[in-house]
């Protein structure tokens, strides 16, 4: 083969150098008190008893009227889980546990000022609560059990009282990220066709008081343009009886809830008996064509769903003080921060504000001062954790016996870190795998049970059946071979539909491996994740990043999150992102942008060495054409590094509309750095 020739690679073929990692082993101490050691549960939730396994976890809840059947798949790939049934999740999440609990934390609020004083809100203050926004938003917004709703509200308890009003009624909820922009706001409004806005006036981010109300007169006014009417917009303050935001209130449309309530105190709002398969969400999700994409969750399944794994998986008990550090406007937070938890009766932290704000123990303090023992939180915190102090959990008395990632694939070393540091060696890692579509994990390890392996997810979690295909659709079966992983099973947590368009549901994730468009079978009807992955010999899965985050060079397919992975492993370097920049021979090459450690000059020879670390660990072939070593990376407000921004300016291309990112400014820095 000549040098100039460019190989043909079928697209799931990924190049894969990853070595296995050793193993890591629960302590007894967690292993003696987890929720589920019993490994016969792999043999209950083999295919081979598909569906039934799953009233297993449907009778987590309480139901009205338990369900007629299982699943009904006669609209594959559309399901109906434990059909028939009726139950509410905020009667599940709440007055179920009021005979028993009433006086228990359900939420401890911390405030980003740490002069405010922690919250802390039984579950009778949230029934009570719960309650009276259910009576104001039935009797003075008029919303009715199926209904849309669109709440754009940041990290507070008026947020998950506000979700749990509506599923108290049956409205759809559906959240938008407090960071999101007033046209993104506007997209959703007019997609699940709300007429209902719901806002907060102010919140603290890094220190800074934000004018959120702002957004909601913009958003309105977007989807006005668009054809959607929104009549009413509910304002909570961020001081109850004080305005913060200096954006007036709209005579007839705007209404303070804080002083609306006062009509509503004492009322109590019977919660309806919703069908199992109503919907109870909407959770917007952006791929990265097209628009966004309303992935719509039921009721009954998916709250039996969240309720296990947040049981087993992330093995809550009711004296656990539990912290999910996501932010409730992504599935994370509705799945592991509300619904999950709050069905257990746990305790549950919503912190407001930035983790490393005002300085880089904030986080560890937050722990110490509310002995939180469970801790969830995703590679990007834990980066900037260690980026900004890595030896600051060790001057902090908390003690962690669980902790969570979630929502990138780990680089094994910083998953050491987390380990070492976060965890003091005590506590036991869950990887966990899944998606907004998914409601809850595909591959975990289960902790009480199975080792941990860095920087692999693990097998699918009980009841979920991976398979890994090539793009003909033929199994991948050889262990650290690369393809498309696949579930092969329907499970309760999935998502029913995308709102409004069954084809793009129909097309986007189950088209690809189904030959039988018209079957009736849920084995005709494979998942596609959309995500490339390996399984080893142990049948763990190490999630490689989406399908297109890969470098072709020279034909030889490259992930990017492993040549990341290869210089984080260098002592100095705190971030690492990797983008393909055109090349006339090879077709692509890596392009490698690096931010150090904090104090850490940037040097050509600490450039050097990082390539140098690249070639040693998977070969010249991964060679970066450059390593930048640049202030900081760009990111979006949910701290994804934004490769797509990266990958213009190496491309000398145009990097367009930046000023939605956390940081803009860092832009121009590096653009004027690579293409001076
Ligand atoms: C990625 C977040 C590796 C994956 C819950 C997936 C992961 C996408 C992991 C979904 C993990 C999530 N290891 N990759 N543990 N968890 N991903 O919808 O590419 O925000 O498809 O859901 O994140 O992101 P989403």
Known sequence: MSKNEVVETTEAQIAVHWKEEEYYYPSSKFVGQANLTDPAVFDRFSLDNFPDYYTEYAELLTWYKYWDEVLDSSDAPCYKWFKGGKLNASYNCIDRHL????????????????????????????????????????????????????????????????MLACARLGVIHSVVFGGFSPSASADRIVDSQSRVLIVTDAYYRAGKLLNHKFNADEAVKIAAEQGQTVDTVLVWQRYPGKYSSETPMIEGRDIFVNEKLKDHYGARVEPEQMLSEDPLFLMYTSGTTGKPKGCQHGTGGYLAYVAAMSKYIQDIHPEDVYWCMADIGWITGHSFIVYGPLALCASSVIYEGVPTYPDAGRSWRIAQELDVNIFHTAPTAIRALRKLGPDEPAKYNYHFKHMTTVGEPIEPAVWKWYESAVGKGEAIIVDTYWQT??????????????????????????????????????????????????????????????????????????AMYNTKPDSKDWRDWPYLTGDAATMSEDGYYRVLGRIDDVINVSGHRLGTKEIESAALVVEEVAEAAVVPVAHEIKGKEPDLYIALKPGIPATDELAQKISDAICEQIGKIAKPRKVWLVPDMPKTRSGKIMRRVLGAISNKGDVGNVMTLANPEVVEEIREMVQK
């Open 437 to 510: 579509e998914t409601g809850g994990f595909l591959c975990s390890t289960v902790p009480g049970i199975k080792p941990m392996k860095p920087g692999s997810a693990g097998p699918g979690v009980p009841g979920i059946h991976p398979i890994i295909y090539d793009d003909e659709g033929k199994e991948v079966a050889e262990p650290g071979i690369a393809g498309n992983i696949c579930i092969q099973n329907p499970w309760p947590g999935m998502f029913q539909t995308i709102w409004g368009d069954r084809d793009r549901f129909v097309d986007t994730y189950f």
């Open 99 to 162: 005979k028993d609990n009433k006086n228990k934390t359900a939420i401890h609020f911390v405030p980003e000022l740490e002069e405010e004083r922690v919250q802390h809100i039984t579950y009778q203050e949230l029934y009570v609560r719960v309650n009276e926004f259910a009576a104001l938003l039935r009797d003075t917004a008029k919303l009715k059990r199926g209904d849309r709703v669109t709440i754009h509200m940041p990290m507070g308890p008026d947020l998950p009282i506000t």
